[in-house]
C-alpha cells in the first residue's frame, strides 16, 4: 500500500528565508508525486507534480521540488518565503499502475513571520 | 475555464438525519474523487467515481455513498449521521484517469453534525 509521511506537523521561518517542507513517500514502482497547499476556508491548490525525468520540479508561485529516489523523499523548497506562503501544505502519492487512489500525508503548517 | 464547484457549503445537521453534496467538475473531466478532511484524520479518501462508475472506494462505513450522472456531476449521501461524520468534504476532479494526472479541488462543503 501507498503512504505519505510529513514528519512536521509545523514550520516556522523568517520571511525572506528559504523554506523546506518535507515529505517521504512509500509506494510499490516508479511514484507521482505531487504537492498541495490549502489556505483558510478553501480547497486544496495544486502546486507542482513529479510524474518522470528531470530531479527538481518547479511549480506556481517559486515553489519547487526535489525527488530523490534513493531517500524515498519529495521536499517542498521555496528560496525566499512570503508571508503570504503561510498556509497548509499537503504531499500527495500515487503509484504508476492501476486506478490507485491519490494518498495524502497529514499535511504541514507552514508559518512565515515578518 | 470554471473550477470545480460544490454544493452547497455549509450545512448544520442533527445525528440520524442524511444528506447529500453536490459537486461539478472542471467541463471536459470525466473523473471525480471525494474526500473527508478532519483536524485529527487529515484527507481521507472515499470513493471515486470514472465515467459513472465507482472505481475506488476508501476504508468507509456503508453510510456513506455516491453517485456520478452522464455529465460527470457527482453527488456524495451520508445516512444516519453521527457526531464524528462532521467534517469538510472535498471534492475533485481530474480530466482522465490517467495516474500522473493531477486532482483540481473545489472549495468544499463543511458539514457539522449536532
Known amino acids: 500500500a501507498q503512504s505519505v509521511a510529513q514528519p512536521e506537523d509545523q514550520v516556522n521561518v523568517a520571511e525572506g528565508n528559504p523554506l523546506t517542507v518535507k515529505c517521504t513517500y512509500s509506494?510499490?514502482?516508479?511514484?507521482?508525486l505531487f504537492w498541495y497547499v490549502q489556505y483558510p476556508n478553501r480547497g486544496l491548490q495544486f502546486l507542482l507534480k513529479y510524474i518522470t525525468g528531470d530531479n527538481l520540479v518547479k511549480g506556481s508561485y517559486g515553489f519547487e521540488a526535489e525527488f530523490n529516489k534513493s531517500q524515498t523523499s519529495f521536499h517542498l523548497k521555496k528560496p525566499s518565503a512570503l508571508v503570504s506562503d503561510s498556509a497548509l501544505y499537503f504531499c500527495?502519492?500515487?503509484?504508476?499502475?492501476?486506478?490507485?487512489?491519490?494518498?495524502f500525508g497529514k499535511g504541514t503548517r507552514l508559518s512565515v513571520i515578518a | 475555464k470554471a473550477g470545480v464547484t460544490q454544493t452547497p457549503r455549509y450545512l448544520i445537521k442533527t445525528r440520524g438525519q442524511q444528506v447529500t453534496l453536490s459537486c461539478s467538475p472542471i467541463?471536459?473531466?470525466?473523473?471525480v474523487s471525494w474526500y473527508q478532511q478532519t483536524p485529527g484524520q487529515g484527507l481521507q479518501f472515499l470513493f471515486e467515481?470514472?465515467?459513472?462508475?465507482?472505481?475506488n472506494k476508501g476504508n468507509f462505513p456503508g453510510r456513506f455513498s455516491g453517485r456520478q450522472f452522464s455529465n460527470s456531476r457527482s453527488e456524495m449521501n451520508v445516512s444516519t449521521l453521527e457526531l464524528g461524520d462532521s467534517a469538510l468534504y472535498l471534492c475533485?476532479?481530474?480530466?482522465?484517469?490517467?495516474?500522473?494526472?493531477?486532482?483540481?479541488f473545489g472549495p468544499g462543503t463543511r458539514l457539522t453534525v449536532l
Open positions: 500527495a502519492v500515487r503509484g504508476p499502475a492501476g486506478n490507485t487512489p491519490l494518498v
Open positions: 467515481y470514472f465515467s459513472e462508475t465507482q472505481r
Open positions: 475533485a476532479s481530474r480530466f482522465d484517469g490517467g495516474q500522473h494526472n493531477e486532482q483540481f
Open positions: 509506494v510499490s514502482g516508479n511514484p507521482y
Open positions: 467541463s471536459g473531466h470525466r473523473s
